[in-house]
């Protein structure tokens, strides 16, 4: 039986940090602080033509809010520890994150900025998740889901390490493509880039508070067209995915016009490829649609939940774990062959149920993903595009994987959590209900439920009236995405 844990379904809880700031000023309406970039092109060199626009995220300069007046900080239990000029995120989970907005109280748009690069200066390890947000469609917190999509890049792949001895050997280096048309700008930009705050790294009272700069600067240049979202409606940058227990010291979050050219200094540094990272889904598409991704279950309530949906006639998407179709104990090969005649979907949930992110190596999340893929092959005859990440945990590194096994893989969150993980077997198992029609009634139209328990099977005919009442049609995750593939409705 997998009962998601508590901390991984603490999603809700950032949807109530992420709290509108005080702040009011927006920031591509002001005039905007020079960049350093900016700021030395144009004092040396004011016959240039103006220079593109850079925007300053973030320097911590404080706890809550950041350099654009907006609103950071933790979600799921993140602890953090901040001085001013950085935040030290010490995770021990892949879905905490830590949040940085754009503009707490609506859309942002990064259009202007699309053909730069997303740069973090930070210390510690690079084994994380960043993601870019895009905001819902309403561009509203309070509605469902918020935060919107993201598109997760594997931090690691992007990380450019410059060793310190260059500042002083490579005067003479930096001279020399100073000549160079094409990097005339680049080596003012290092030399002041590599400029450090005196105050870092002493500001702390005792030895455990401070973050010393790390003699090998660290830092991460990714395209922003690398992040696949709507970048004319952005809501922040997050840190996520994080499958270490090590500490993570944020000290910069900028976007800047070019990347430092490639040096022995920094191992010839080159942006990556982009790798494909699949579709992350949250909502129905179709107009009026709304799906039920049903995922683990108890096989003692299957047929009931077979009846329930026979009886109210909608078709539905189950999400199945490998590990359960192949134990013929759970007789669920027999069941979901009979949910796959009945014109339900039957779609991907891992192999043993993992979090998958968490998993130390690709190579274990790789098995997870074949080891699943196989079993539906050999005992439904079936292959699928559609996963549902164990407990909703979503990474780079497995979003990855699963687009390399998969072609353009759609994988499966939710905006609509019947919370039958807090609720079902409480003395309050009505807050089941509760959650469903709170989900509904803030705009979400594809649930998240399990049939492990009997009280939540028991409300599934009430969720199913209730969706029919206010008008939407129930259908598959795949019919109500508008996948060609999908069966006729
Ligand atoms: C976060 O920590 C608080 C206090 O320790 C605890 O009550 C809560 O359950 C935790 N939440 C999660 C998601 O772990
Ligand atoms: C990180 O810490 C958590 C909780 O203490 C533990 O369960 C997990 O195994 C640790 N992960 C790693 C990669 O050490
Ligand atoms: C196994 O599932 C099949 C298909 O739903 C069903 O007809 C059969 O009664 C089930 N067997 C048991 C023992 O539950
Ligand atoms: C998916 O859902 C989980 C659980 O609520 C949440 O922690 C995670 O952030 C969600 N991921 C996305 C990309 O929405
Ligand atoms: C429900 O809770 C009881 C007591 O807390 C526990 O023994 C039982 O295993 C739980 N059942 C399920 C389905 O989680
Ligand atoms: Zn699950």
Redesign the pocket.
């Known amino acids: 039986m997998q009962i998601p844990s508590l901390l991984a379904y603490f999603r809700a809880a950032i949807v109530l940090t992420l709290l509108p700031s005080t702040a009011t000023s927006f920031p591509h309406q002001e005039p905007r602080p020079f960049h350093w970039l900016e700021a030395r092109d144009s004092e040396q060199l004011p016959t240039r033509q103006a220079p593109l626009p850079s925007l300053v995220i973030d320097t911590f300069q404080d706890s809550l809010h950041n350099d654009l007046g907006f609103w950071h900080g933790a979600g799921e239990n993140l602890t953090v520890h901040h001085e001013p000029g950085f935040m030290r995120l010490s995770p021990n989970d892949p879905d905490q994150n830590f949040h940085t907005q754009f503009d707490t109280r609506g859309c942002f748009s990064l259009l202007p900025w699309k053909n730069q690069f997303l740069h973090v200066v930070f210390d510690g390890t690079d084994q994380f998740t960043v993601s870019l947000n895009e905001h819902n469609a309403e561009c509203f917190p309070s509605r469902s889901p918020f935060p919107g999509v993201p598109d997760s890049i594997q931090a690691s792949r992007y990380v450019m390490r410059t060793k310190p001895e260059w500042f002083d050997a490579d005067e003479s280096e930096m001279d020399e493509s100073e000549m160079d048309e094409s990097e005339e700008r680049r080596p003012r930009a290092r030399s002041l880039q590599f400029k450090r705050p005196s105050s870092m790294g002493s500001c702390g009272d005792d030895d455990d508070d401070q973050a010393p700069a790390s003699p090998t600067r660290t830092e991460l240049f990714i395209p922003l067209s690398h992040f696949h979202i709507n970048h004319g409606r952005v809501v922040s940058v997050s840190f996520t995915g994080f499958y270490t227990n090590e500490s993570i010291t944020l000290r910069r979050v900028e976007i800047v016009p070019s990347t430092p050219p490639p040096t022995s200094k920094n191992n010839h540094f080159k942006i990556p490829e982009k790798l494909p990272s699949g579709h992350m889904i949250l909502r129905c598409s179709v107009p009026n649609s709304f799906a039920f991704g049903i995922d683990d279950g108890q096989?003692?309530y299957?047929?009931e939940v077979?009846k329930i949906l026979d009886e109210e006639d909608v078709r539905v998407t189950f999400f199945v774990v490998g590990a359960g179709l192949r134990d013929q104990t759970t007789?669920?090969?027999?069941?979901?062959?009979?949910?796959l005649k009945k014109g339900h979907q039957v779609a991907l949930h891992s192999n043993t149920h993992p979090k998958m992110e968490a998993l130390p190596t690709t190579e274990k999340i790789d098995e997870e993903i074949m080891q699943t893929i196989r079993v539906f092959q050999d005992r439904l005859d079936l292959t699928s595009r559609y996963f549902r990440p164990p407990f909703g945990t979503v990474g780079a590194r497995m979003r990855q994987r699963l687009a390399k096994h998969i072609e353009s893989p759609f994988i499966v969150n939710w905006s609509v959590d019947v919370e039958d993980w807090l609720w079902a077997n409480t003395s309050t198992p009505e807050k089941q209900l509760d959650a469903f029609y709170r989900g509904v009634a803030r705009g979400g139209n594809l649930a998240v439920m399990h049939f492990l328990n009997p009280t939540t099977v028991a409300y599934l005919r009430r969720f199913i009236r209730h969706v029919k009442s206010v008008g939407f049609k129930i259908m598959r995750i795949d019919q109500c995405l508008g996948d060609p593939f999908s069966p006729a409705l």
């Open positions: 096989p003692q299957a047929q077979m007789n669920f090969t027999h069941f979901y062959r009979e949910m």
